[in-house]
């Protein structure tokens, strides 16, 4: 059974500020779960189902809390709508790494992703198509939210992500980094090279890429719309998320043909 | 200034049961507003602040209520976390397409798509992408569900949706129409041709593609991961809106390069 000072401690970290005061965030769902738990993150508490202890076995080097609970006392603490039978705390990390990296490897940066889902969804692409690094402008939402820690699925164990102020790191950069960055006037994307190192900006969900920040791009593209009729229109962009995939899926494209 | 019995009415909008009494569904927001008054739907009402009908045009056909409102009353008829100056009722419409449509231009079919917004950000890329046609399984999600239209940005307007029970959708199919699939045991779709006509099958988020359907699939395929180090693992998988959007992409790409 949980105190009420742990279920006020535990629901707490719904929100931004008190995970920052107590560096300290939640994931549930038991894949994701058993992921972060057999991960470089350090788990400070595991609050699950009797049944759900039964089923599922800790590392051996766990040394958090663990609590039995009732799917009431999880209703209490979940961010879910739903609640799952497991719930872990852990330690957030604040993961530092020099721009510089994007002189031999292709690095992400999101300027002001305002949507924690969004977010999530980035980070799981990211890792999927093997970007490991990602850097989030200030304004950019929390990567703690506990809707950005389920919607990455585990990904967040495998992606370094650190948020910097974007301005002063373009400033930093070697002026031979290439920077490119999804914009209207950019150049069709398929026809471009593209190489295996430098930075992709990837914008706010509704304004793109900021004022401030298109100084920096070095080679501006877009991704291509495809008409087969004569229907008018069409949509005006692609939902941000959906954007990072399909540039991050075309950077690495010609490494993963395999015949 | 709206009755209490308007109020309601509206509100019930956001129910599905609701909805199909009524045949009817709201959208909210000045650009999706407008884009839909311009498109086949038929509005029923416009709810706008004073402010919002000085900066807007409705189109000269338009029969519908038009009620100048509070932001007050707004915030009792919103499906939004923050209320737009500008909510629309329309009709639903219920669009049959024949599937043998699959003979000559490319299909997308969802099989049991849950979440709203993924729905809409399928309808988004899809019309992105120049796919006109969507068959939802009877379990995928309401088109006309508030977060759907929401994310849809538009797009529902340029896109032919229709709710058939897949099976029996299958079975009327012409033998020599092409299906694709994305499944874990399929081949690698850069290794693929792939067809300008026939059937993309989309699974649910969580467990893809339903055994029931899979013995329609002609054309297994797979989107690629890519891993540049020895880091074991990687995501397991894909949002079904992301896969969605990258095999849309996918499909179209030979005939999107310019040069």
Same mark, same amino acid.
């Given at each position: 059974?949980?105190?009420?000072?742990?279920?006020?401690?535990?629901?707490?970290?719904?929100?931004?500020?008190?995970?920052?005061?107590?560096?300290?965030?939640?994931?549930?769902?038991?894949?994701?779960?058993?992921?972060? *738990?057999?991960?470089?993150?350090?788990?400070?508490?595991?609050?699950?189902? #009797?049944?759900?202890?039964?089923?599922?076995?800790?590392?051996?080097?766990?040394?958090?809390?663990?609590?039995?609970?009732?799917?009431?006392?999880?209703?209490?603490?979940?961010?879910?709508?739903?609640? #799952?039978?497991?719930?872990?705390?852990?330690?957030?990390?604040?993961?530092?790494?020099?721009?510089?990296?994007?002189?031999?490897? *292709?690095?992400?940066? *999101?300027?002001?992703?305002?949507?924690?889902?969004?977010?999530?969804?980035?980070?799981?692409?990211?890792?999927?198509? @093997?970007?490991?690094?990602?850097?989030?402008?200030?304004?950019?939402?929390?990567?703690?939210?506990?809707?950005?820690?389920?919607?990455?699925? @585990?990904?967040?164990?495998?992606?370094?992500?650190?948020?910097?102020?974007?301005?002063?790191?373009?400033?930093?950069?070697?002026?031979?980094?290439?920077?490119?960055?999804?914009?209207?006037?950019?150049?069709?994307?398929?026809?471009?090279?593209?190489?295996?190192?430098?930075?992709?900006?990837?914008?706010?969900?509704?304004?793109?890429?900021?004022?401030?920040?298109?100084?920096?791009?070095?080679?501006?593209?877009?991704?291509?719309?495809?008409?087969?009729?004569?229907? #008018?229109? @069409?949509?005006?962009? *692609?939902?941000? #998320?959906?954007?990072?995939?399909?540039?991050?899926?075309?950077?690495?494209?010609?490494?993963?043909?395999?015949?």
């Amino acid at each position: 059974m949980l105190s009420k000072n742990k279920i006020k401690h535990i629901a707490s970290l719904h929100q931004k500020k008190q995970r920052e005061l107590r560096g300290e965030f939640i994931a549930e769902g038991t894949k994701l779960v058993m992921e972060l *738990l057999n991960s470089h993150f350090e788990a400070t508490g595991i609050y699950a189902t #009797s049944e759900w202890f039964e089923n599922n076995r800790l590392p051996i080097n766990f040394t958090g809390e663990k609590s039995i609970v009732s799917m009431n006392e999880m209703e209490r603490i979940t961010a879910l709508y739903t609640p #799952s039978p497991c719930l872990l705390t852990l330690k957030t990390r604040n993961v530092v790494f020099n721009a510089s990296i994007a002189n031999s490897a *292709l690095v992400l940066v *999101l300027d002001d992703i305002k949507d924690p889902g969004n977010l999530g969804t980035i980070i799981r692409a990211a890792d999927w198509f @093997g970007f490991r690094h990602i850097v989030c402008s200030e304004q950019t939402v929390d990567l703690f939210n506990p809707k950005t820690i389920q919607s990455t699925m @585990g990904s967040i164990a495998r992606v370094n992500i650190c948020y910097r102020n974007l301005e002063t790191m373009f400033k930093e950069l070697d002026g031979t980094v290439k920077v490119y960055g999804a914009l209207l006037d950019g150049t069709n994307m398929l026809d471009k090279e593209l190489s295996d190192a430098g930075i992709i900006v990837i914008g706010n969900e509704s304004r793109g890429i900021s004022e401030t920040i298109r100084p920096y791009i070095s080679d501006k593209i877009f991704i291509p719309s495809f008409h087969p009729d004569d229907l #008018s229109g @069409g949509a005006e962009s *692609l939902n941000a #998320s959906i954007a990072n995939a399909i540039i991050c899926y075309e950077f690495r494209r010609n490494r993963m043909i395999s015949k």
